[in-house]
C-alpha cells in the first residue's frame, strides 16, 4: 500500500512540474514572439530605450541640449556639456555615481541617433548616386 501512495505522489509531482514548465515556455515564446513584433512593426523604436533606458527627449534634458534636428546636432556642444556635467559629479569630488552614470548615458543616446541617422543618409545618398562599377578592360 505504501508504494502505490509512494507511485501517485510521483506521478502527480511529475504532472504538475511538467504541466508549469510547458506554461511557461509557452509563456517565453510568446515573449519572445511580441519582442520580434515589435521590434519590426516600429523601424528600430525597440532600439529606442533597448541600449540605455533614456529615450532622446530625456538624454536631451540631461545634458541640457537641442534635439537633433534631422539626425544633426552640434556634436562638439554636446561633448563640452558632457564633460562639465561629467566631471562635477565624479564620486571622487563628492559627486554621484549614479548621475555621472546617466550623464554618459545620454551622451551615448544622442551619439546613437546622430549615428544612426548618419548612416541612413549615407544609404540613402549611395540608393540615388545608383551602383556604378567600375570595369576593367582586359588589354
Known amino acids: 500500500m505504501a508504494h502505490r501512495l509512494i507511485t501517485q505522489v510521483i506521478v502527480v509531482g511529475t504532472r504538475v512540474v511538467g504541466r508549469a514548465f510547458a506554461e511557461a515556455y509557452r509563456q517565453a515564446a510568446a515573449s519572445s514572439k511580441y519582442a520580434?513584433?515589435?521590434?519590426?512593426?516600429?523601424?528600430g523604436a525597440a532600439r529606442n530605450l533597448a541600449s540605455s533606458g533614456l529615450t532622446l527627449d530625456e538624454a536631451c534634458k540631461i545634458l541640457n541640449v537641442k534635439p537633433p534636428k534631422g539626425g544633426k546636432t552640434d556634436m562638439d556642444q554636446v561633448m563640452e556639456r558632457f564633460k562639465k556635467l561629467f566631471d562635477t559629479n565624479d564620486?571622487?569630488?563628492?559627486?554621484?555615481?549614479?548621475?555621472?552614470?546617466?550623464?554618459?548615458?545620454?551622451?551615448?543616446?544622442?551619439?546613437?541617433?546622430?549615428?544612426?541617422?548618419?548612416?541612413?543618409?549615407?544609404k540613402e545618398a549611395e540608393i540615388k548616386a545608383g551602383w556604378n562599377p567600375k570595369l576593367f578592360k582586359d588589354r
Do not use: H, T
Open 36 to 43: 520580434q513584433q515589435q521590434g519590426k512593426g516600429q523601424g
Open 91 to 122: 564620486p571622487k569630488k563628492g559627486g554621484s555615481f549614479y548621475l555621472q552614470s546617466k550623464i554618459l548615458r545620454a551622451r551615448e543616446r544622442i551619439e546613437m541617433e546622430v549615428g544612426d541617422a548618419a548612416e541612413a543618409a549615407a
